[in-house]
């Protein structure tokens, strides 16, 4: 399908909804990762919409950040549905290890710190003496690990993003509108229930572990969840030719007679973020490789596969090079079943692509595109 000339308000409300989340990561190479699902899809749009959406006024808002496949940017809607997992992160039933300590034997040096946000207004952990730690992301302080306990139990959510990307907390009932605040919580089956169908909807067919991996169920929670929507008719089991696993399409889930269209996927895009079934739908072997040693990498730092109709058949490290304003594909991989047509069709998203993030000139292993 063609991108929209203009992306409005209402276009990215449905992309938000259909997609059920965007995930949040630190890297930004190239541009974060929750932004670049709507471009995908929508291609050049003002990342001001997205903003707003996340972390503008009130009236504005229409996500809240939780964990749910990793840390994300969620519909409002879904607030009720993943309350059972912030009832089990308050009573120290889930979460890492260093943080679950706050719901019982630290829980008043985190009543101390919601305390303070309640008095003071939003806070990041670097607003407290030693809060963050310098060292790394996974280096946390004692008070960052406190911060994180109360944002996974839903006593506090991130009110903004501060311009190095840092989290600022405050009281739930301050961020999250009333009339969500509100809803009915439902109970646990209920909820995973519409977790998974959601997934489903997001991903039209997918396997017991593709949909359960959407908002990171466990596998007995999805398997009990799946097999109340089949008798409801609401998921219907199907075989897909070449696959060893039955899987699951939702019943509106729609047949085009025709997939066109291109767009390069952020390495966690939800279309892609589970290797196997990206393997499964497109025979693309798929692997981020931030963390592999720069000489172990097959294809390189921060890879894009390329979405051509309906198959991906290239791959791209890219990287926006913000100083002197260019877009640096340091290296282009083809599939053997591209089609002629790929360079070109590339390099069109990559042009477009530099100019959604502002730079000027596309810098391809071999040329500058034209």
């Known amino acids: 399908m063609p991108h929209p000339a ?9 992309t938000i909804d259909r997609l059920a989340l965007h995930q949040i990561d630190s890297v930004n190479v190239l541009a974060r990762a929750h932004y670049l699902p709507a471009f995908s899809r929508l291609g050049s ?5 997205l903003e707003a959406a996340a972390w503008g006024r009130k009236p504005e808002r229409r996500l809240f950040e939780y964990w749910a496949h990793e840390a994300s940017l ?3 809607d879904l607030h009720p549905m993943l309350r059972w997992r912030m009832a089990r992160a308050d009573r120290g039933e889930t979460g890492w290890a260093a943080m679950r300590r706050f719901a019982t034997e630290g829980r008043a040096e985190a009543e101390a710190i919601l305390a303070r946000i309640r008095t003071e207004g939003p806070l990041a952990a670097s607003d407290f003496a030693e809060g963050k730690s310098s060292s790394g992301w996974w280096e946390w302080g004692e008070t960052k690990k406190a911060l994180e306990w109360l944002f996974w139990a839903g006593h506090i959510t991130t009110a903004t993003r501060r311009g190095n990307f ?12 009333a009339t969500i605040l509100d809803l009915p919580t439902p109970d646990e089956g209920d909820a995973q229930r519409a977790l998974i169908e959601r997934s489903a909807a997001a991903l039209g067919i997918a ?5 359960r991996d959407y908002f ?14 089949v008798e409801d008719g609401v998921l219907i089991p199907v075989q897909v030719a070449g696959w060893t696993r039955i899987a699951y399409l939702h019943r509106d889930a729609r047949r085009p007679r025709r ?22 739908l497109f025979g693309f072997h798929y692997r981020i490789e931030i963390y592999v040693p720069a000489d172990k990498r097959r294809h390189g730092y921060y890879v894009l596969p390329f979405l051509l109709d ?47 993030l502002g730079l000027d000139s596309v810098i391809t292993p071999a040329h500058t595109l034209a």
């Not at 990171?216 to 929507?229: N, Q, S, W």
């Open 74 to 76: 969620l519909p409002l």
């Open 6 to 14: 203009h992306v409005t308000q209402g276009q990215m409300r449905r």
């Open 259 to 280: 997939i066109d269209g291109a767009a390069l996927l952020a390495p966690f895009d939800p279309l892609i973020w589970e290797r196997a079934r990206a393997e499964r």
């Open 216 to 229: 990171r169920l466990k596998p007995e929670e999805a398997r009990t969840a799946i097999a109340a929507l």
């Open 310 to 356: 309906d198959r991906l058949v290239a791959r791209v490290d890219l990287k926006a090079d913000r100083q002197h304003g260019r877009l640096i594909a340091h290296r282009i991989g083809l599939e053997p079943h591209a089609p002629p047509e790929t360079m070109e069709r590339l390099g069109q998203e990559l042009h477009r692509m530099a100019e959604w």
């Open 45 to 49: 749009y003002d990342r001001g919409l």
């Open 207 to 211: 396997t017991e572990t593709d949909l």
């Open 166 to 177: 840092e989290r600022v907390y405050d009281l739930t009932e301050r961020v999250i509108p």
